[in-house]
Nanobody, 116 residues
Framework: QVQLVESGGGLVQAGGSLRLSCAAS????????MGWYRQAPGKQRELVAV?????????IYADSVKGRFTISRDNAKNTVYLQMDSLKPEDSAVYYC????????WGQGTQVTVSS
């Protein structure tokens, strides 16, 4: 069974940084693309970033976070990260990790709140 556990969320002032982590169970991790999504109150869940499988996974980003967020992975630790810099109040949301395997697996989410 695939399990994803996010951590690293919290409250930060605008302009600050946070690093989210998503630890995955199972032996699938290195061959699976991983992504981060977010959902703000009253809004649909949206893609933030995706990183492909393999040692040097390529990444794509939502336009709203390009140049500020960086997704990375450590296959030895079965963990994907989201480094978030220059945070803005509009980045406040629950952030979810997703494994692109089968029909997709989701973590429980971690809250990020950016104060102005």
């Amino acid at each position: 069974q695939v399990q994803l556990v996010e951590s690293g969320g919290g409250l930060v002032q605008a302009g600050g940084s946070l690093r989210l982590s998503c630890a995955a169970s199972g032996s699938f991790f290195s061959i699976t693309s991983m992504g981060w999504y977010r959902q703000a109150p009253g809004k649909q869940r949206e893609l933030v970033a995706v990183i492909s499988s393999g040692v040097s996974g390529s990444a794509i980003y939502a336009d709203s976070v390009k140049g500020r967020f960086t997704i990375s992975r450590d296959n030895a630790k079965n963990t994907v990260y989201l480094q978030m810099d220059s945070l803005k109040p509009e980045d406040s949301a629950v952030y979810y990790c997703k494994a692109f395997r089968d029909n997709g697996y989701w973590g429980q989410g971690t809250q990020v709140t950016v104060s102005s």
